[in-house]
């Protein structure tokens, strides 16, 4: 396991072809990381969206709706290329590139569901390809990613895309059939959080307080018990029984949780979610 904040390699030049939600998240986490803007290029459809990016972030960006040899002319020279287009489109991606990647060019999918086998049969025979699954909170720096190696990945491809990645938060190398499990509890996972906090603050309106005030303290109490969370050394279920004084509030509250089966919950919604995933990784191969 690899934990962030160490620069990326400067002489890598990095590609992201399509920049919705995560990839802007990676591409923002890098730049925290120290990689300079010059080394970071991007393509997506439109050109407002383009002068957008160039403008919050210094970087190139090619628009394919100006230019239908974008995504052809970016990843020239590029040591390491990030798809972040939707799964529906990573075939069609890869098919369009494929003739203009370097032999030791590293793609990168950070595409939900996306196989190594699909990925690898759309681009040239021998392209080293990784499979990731990242999550938002990569864009401050504090994300989660997976790696998982394709079968021409060497070991020094992977560790340039571990150390592109680095820069977004922690970076676990994991085999592609956990990717879904671990999908369900980290990919998935903010959403839970976010979920946790929205309706933390609908108890304290129920219970009186006011909307504006209940959100900002669900907001602000889940954001520190993140903070704490992330210090070196802890676990949860340590800093929860900490916080639990014996016959106390927080301890009814838990008691209350448990009687109403949250764990149980939790677990079938983190399965449900996996599952999810292994049928959308079927529909696309389905779809070749």
Known sequence: MSTGHENADVNTKITFLGCGSMNEAILGGILAGGLPAAQLTATVRRPERAEELRNQHGITVLSNNEDANANRTAVAGAGVVI???????????????????????????????????????????????????????????????????????????????????????????????????????????????????????????????DDELARTIARETVAGAGFMLAEDGVDAATLRRKVTSPNGTTEQAIKTFDAKGMPGIIEAGARNAAARAAEITAELKAKG
């Open 83 to 209: 798809l972040g287009v939707k799964p529906v489109g990573i075939v069609d991606l890869c098919r369009d590139i494929a003739d203009s990647l370097s032999q030791d060019t590293v793609v990168l999918s950070v595409a939900a569901a996306v196989s190594l086998e699909l990925l690898e049969g759309s681009l040239n025979e021998g392209q080293p390809v990784v499979r990731t699954m990242p999550n938002t909170p990569s864009r401050v720096g504090r994300g989660v990613v997976s790696v998982s190696a394709g079968s021409a990945c060497s070991r020094e491809q992977l560790d340039r895309a571990i150390e592109a990645l680095k820069p977004t938060g922690t970076v676990v190398e994991i085999p592609e059939e956990q990717v879904d499990a671990l999908s369900a509890v980290s990919g998935s996972g903010p959403a839970y959080a976010f979920y946790l906090a929205e309706h933390m603050a609908n108890a304290g309106i129920a219970l009186g307080l």
